[in-house]
């Protein structure tokens, strides 16, 4: 094993956003049991101290790989576009009037099937982003195009969690 290697490299997978997750789990536990720092007591410390580096190493990976927003996020990093989250906030004009109706019928919600109504809305959306990111990593190959459509579902990751706040406020 490499420290140096992409994470996809790592869990000998290919490097493209559909994968399977009993598969990268499956990975993930080999790769554990494998780099597992109790295998190497008898090396001594040095060698516990490097096991225990690749089982940190093999657990960010999996974070990263076994989410499909991160794993988008990671794949166009790879390819020289890096999202940007936190400095480029540039989103199309038609997503941000969405944004702003969403939080809206959010801030109006005060029923259940309301939100239930407003979680359709949102998980559709995500749905059909999600299908475009996988059609433009791994069809087309173009990050580039693929980078504003992964800040758009990280408005929806987290809008989502407002929304499953608001859920846990009613109940």
């Known amino acids: 094993m ?3 290697s992409t994470d996809f490299e790592l869990f000998g997978l290919p490097t493209q956003f559909a994968q399977t997750p009993s598969l990268l789990q499956e990975r993930w536990k080999a790769l554990q049991a494998q780099a597992h720092p109790d295998n190497f007591a ?6 516990q101290r490097l096991a225990m580096q690749w089982s940190v190493r093999i657990n960010e990976a999996y974070q990263r790989l076994k989410t499909p927003l991160q794993r ?3 794949l ?3 390819h020289g576009e890096p999202i940007q989250a936190h400095s480029n906030t540039a989103m199309a004009p038609e997503f941000l ?6 939080r809206e ?4 919600a005060a029923t259940e099937p309301a939100l239930d109504a407003l979680a359709a809305s949102v998980d559709l959306a995500q749905s059909t982003l999600l299908a475009r990111c996988a059609e433009l990593l791994d069809t087309q190959g173009d990050y580039a195009a693929a980078v504003p459509v992964v ?5 929806i990751d987290k809008f989502r969690h407002d929304l499953d706040v608001r859920f846990d406020a009613l109940r």
């Open 76 to 78: 166009c990093e790879l």
């Open 2 to 4: 490499n420290l140096q």
């Open 105 to 108: 019928a959010l801030d109006e």
């Open 72 to 74: 988008a996020a990671y």
């Open 97 to 102: 009037m969405q944004q702003i109706e969403w």
């Open 151 to 155: 800040r758009s579902l990280l408005f």
């Open 42 to 47: 008898a090396q001594g410390s040095a060698a």
